[in-house]
């Protein structure tokens, strides 16, 4: 019996030993729950864009132009949806150098149902198709955002130029120094850290931490808005004529399209279905909401009336500081990004805009500029483990690293001057060769009439 017991005792620790050896060098394969929730998430995203940028953009202009926003938004998503497919996907998240991806993977080369994309655990991957369709969304949305700074008065032909120009020189170098690197499995020691990290993003090197776009899509937008709406010059009757939303419900309606949608945007970001993703989904909830407190608490005490359109605002600039941090902050943390995003943007777009005397239409750099750029950095205080963050974690270690805020602020701040140099730099250049080929301006007459007649010869109504 004692030899009989033994025997299965030996069988069984033989077998427990297979397995752990099988599984040891078993091919990763693909988590069916991650990649459900990644189909969640990238259809989230779209949301956000169509209908939820187009409504909340188009709320905020006047009725003469609501049409113009919705196609504008429209077209720019599905022109930089092809744009992606044909070779953004390749230059953005393929080996190349510290600025640029390569063409190896252009016209989707080499993506098949098998091929698998990295997450930020060892071991884990999801279908490659489905990464390639959700990185496709923010390389969508982000020039989409930079139509708010010049909106009502841009030609249609000069938009599509500068967005073709803008999204392979400035988004996808972006997205390349920011998000490409090797992935956790590449980090096996010391050795094998520093070889992975060589091949990285410049920004990613640096040791800037951008968890969903903070840099790579807000503060590359409203800079690029910022230039533009500069180049192309201030709306006629800006300063001298009341120039209202001709919709505040098609505003609130998108503005909460786009808060639903951004649970995708910052979640979906954490490529896995898992306790951080609801950790990531809690901080862009409260922190919009501590934002929309903010904001329409400060309009409140200064204006005398709290409004709609300073609620919706406050919400968006809240989820655009959140962004970069979400999945290094805490909860509390959220709250703290929210309420100094909330207030610093109404100071933004009510005082300084008006102090400087740019027309930054729909306030896409006093938003998205701004709060991003308040995230980016924010996200170094609200990232160590002392206040509630999550710290950083080391895959040769297995474990989080030490943490020191003042160096990973001086890396945000990388990511920061990095983002308001490159964009502007190429958004003016961008800018610039659209105006000599097809001028950036609508004529006065169009612009009186408005954009949906003389531009797309429609009507958003037609009473």
């Known amino acids: 019996m004692k030899k009989l017991l033994f025997g299965s005792a030996l069988l069984m620790l033989s077998g427990f030993t297979d397995l752990a050896f099988a599984e040891e060098i078993a091919a990763p394969t693909v988590n069916k729950g991650d990649t459900a929730w990644m189909i969640v998430a990238t259809v989230l995203v779209s949301l956000m864009v169509i209908p939820g940028l187009a409504l909340f953009y188009g709320g905020m202009v006047r009725a003469k132009n609501m049409l113009s926003i919705l196609l ?110 090797a992935g956790p499995d590449a980090y096996t020691d010391a050795s094998a850290a520093e070889a992975a990290g060589a091949t990285a993003g410049f920004l990613f090197q640096k040791g800037a931490l951008d968890f969903a776009g903070g840099t790579v899509v807000h503060i590359n937008a409203g800079v690029a808005g910022l230039v533009g709406c500069l180049m192309i010059g201030k709306r006629i009757g800006y300063g001298k004529e009341f120039i209202a939303p001709h919709s505040l419900t098609m505003n609130m309606v998108g503005a909460s399209l786009l808060w639903v949608g951004w649970f995708g945007f910052n979640a979906g970001s954490n490529l896995e279905a898992n306790g951080l993703a ?48 979400c999945g290094w902050a805490g909860p509390m943390g959220s709250i703290f990004l929210g309420l100094v995003a909330g207030a610093v943007c109404f100071w933004t777009v009510t005082r300084l805009k008006h102090i400087l005397g740019y027309d930054d239409s729909l306030d896409a750099f006093g938003v998205h500029g701004i ?18 963050g999550t710290g950083v974690w080391d895959y040769v270690g297995n474990a989080v690293a030490e943490y020191d805020m003042i160096t990973q602020l001086i890396s945000q701040s990388w990511g920061v001057a990095t983002a308001i140099v490159w964009s502007g730099v190429v958004s003016f250049i961008a800018f610039k060769i659209a105006d000599i080929m097809v001028g950036l301006r609508v004529d006065e007459t169009s612009e009186r009439q408005g954009l949906d007649i003389t531009e797309h010869g429609e009507s958003a109504y037609n009473l």
Request: glycine share 10%.
């Open 278 to 325: 609801a950790l990531v989904f809690l901080n862009t909830l409260l922190a919009a909401a501590a934002a929309t407190l903010s904001w329409l608490t400060i309009e409140w005490l200064v204006r005398g009336k709290p409004s709609l359109l300073g609620a919706t605002s406050g919400a968006i600039a809240g989820l655009v500081a959140i962004t970069p941090a």
């Open 371 to 388: 709060g991003g750029i308040i995230g980016a950095l924010g996200t170094a205080v609200v990232a160590s483990p002392a206040l509630g």
């Open 72 to 181: 504008q938004v429209f077209v720019i998503f599905s022109l930089t949806a092809i744009l992606w497919a044909l070779y953004g996907y390749s230059i953005a998240f393929t080996e190349g150098n510290a600025f640029f991806g390569g063409f190896s993977k252009a016209f989707l080369a080499g993506v098949t149902p098998d091929s698998m994309a990295a997450t930020f655990s060892k071991g884990i991957y999801i279908p490659e198709f489905i990464y390639v369709a959700f990185q496709l969304t923010f390389s969508a949305i982000t020039p989409a955002l930079i139509i708010g700074a010049f909106a009502e008065r841009i030609k249609f032909s000069a938009l599509l130029l500068f967005t073709v120009l803008w999204f392979s020189f400035c988004y996808l170098p972006m997205a390349h120094m920011v998000w490409y690197w």
